[in-house]
C-alpha cells in the first residue's frame, strides 16, 4: 500500500489549496475509509476530515466551512480543498486509509483506526 500527498505550499492566509493523494495497493479502493490528518510542530495530530467507508464526510470543527474532502473512487484518490485558509492551519498533513469498513466516525480521535499513512505535505500559511 503507497499513499503519496502533494499540493503543499506556502500561502498567504485567506487563500486556498487543494491537497491531493494518490494511493495504490488497496483493494476494493471503494471500500476504504480515508482521511486527512495534519500535525504542527510540538503539538500532537490532529484529524482534519474523514471519509468513512460509506462516502459519508465528516470534519474537525476547526476546518467546518472551510474545507472539504473528498474521494474519487475511480482514480483511487483522496483530495482536501482548503480555503480562507490562517497562520493556525500551518501543518504537515498526512493522507491516511483504513483497512476495517468504517462507518459513523469523526475526525477527533479516529488516527489509531487508520493504519495506513502517507509521508505528509507540508502546508504553512504566512504573510
Known amino acids: 500500500v503507497r499513499l503519496v500527498e502533494s499540493g503543499g505550499a506556502l500561502v498567504q492566509p485567506g487563500g486556498s489549496l487543494r491537497l491531493s493523494c494518490a494511493a495504490s495497493?488497496?483493494?476494493?479502493?471503494?471500500?476504504?475509509?480515508m482521511g486527512w490528518f495534519r500535525q504542527a510542530p510540538g503539538q500532537e495530530r490532529e484529524g482534519v476530515a474523514v471519509i468513512d467507508s460509506s462516502g459519508r464526510a465528516t470534519y474537525a470543527d476547526s476546518v467546518k466551512g472551510r474545507f472539504t474532502a473528498s474521494k474519487d473512487n475511480a482514480k483511487n484518490s483522496l483530495h482536501l480543498q482548503m480555503n480562507s485558509l490562517n497562520p493556525e492551519d500551518t501543518a504537515m498533513y498526512y493522507c491516511?486509509?483504513?483497512?476495517?469498513?468504517?462507518?459513523?466516525?469523526?475526525?477527533?480521535?479516529?488516527?489509531?483506526?487508520?493504519?495506513?499513512w502517507g509521508q505528509g505535505t507540508q502546508v504553512t500559511v504566512s504573510s
Open positions: 495497493g488497496l483493494t476494493n479502493f471503494d471500500d476504504y475509509a
Open positions: 491516511t486509509a483504513s483497512a476495517l469498513f468504517l462507518t459513523r466516525i469523526q475526525p477527533q480521535g479516529s488516527s489509531s483506526l487508520f493504519g495506513y
